[in-house]
């Protein structure tokens, strides 16, 4: 698993998609490693425009099937505005949670906590 400690700053996002590049890039198909890449863009840059001043961890695994699981997590100690967001839809602000939701096969925050785990399968 790879395992990264983000600053929440808005660099922090960029900061993930170059690590994920360079380890990743030739385990994964260009079109998965593209998906990963918007969905780890999106959930870091979640964390640091709502989560508190704190690190930002990314842990992210390559799955025996060749898909991808991780998980953000911020140290926040609420998941409310990302479960509001996800409910709300294309009406309700930000568009960053839509976006994961059409890119993973299956995503969720852990009730209680700020850790979001998703889940890439390979295209069929």
Do not use: Y
């Not at 698993?1 to 600053?7: A, N, P, V």
């Not at 900061?15 to 959930?43: G, K």
């Not at 699981?69 to 505005?81: F, L």
């Amino acid at each position: 698993m790879l395992s990264l400690d983000l600053s929440p700053r808005p660099t922090a996002g960029q900061e993930a998609r170059q690590f994920l590049d360079e380890r990743l890039r030739e385990q994964l198909s260009e079109d998965l490693l593209a998906d990963l890449m918007v969905v780890v863009t999106e959930l870091v840059n979640n964390s640091v425009q709502h989560g508190p001043d704190a690190p930002i961890q990314l842990r992210v695994a390559i799955t025996d099937d060749g898909g991808v699981h991780g998980e953000v997590e911020d140290q926040g100690n609420d998941a409310d505005i990302a479960i509001r967001d996800r409910s709300r839809g294309l009406g309700g602000g930000g568009l960053g949670l839509l976006i994961v939701d059409s890119l993973t096969d299956r995503w969720a925050v852990s009730e209680g906590s700020t850790v979001v785990r998703f889940e890439l399968s390979v295209a069929a």
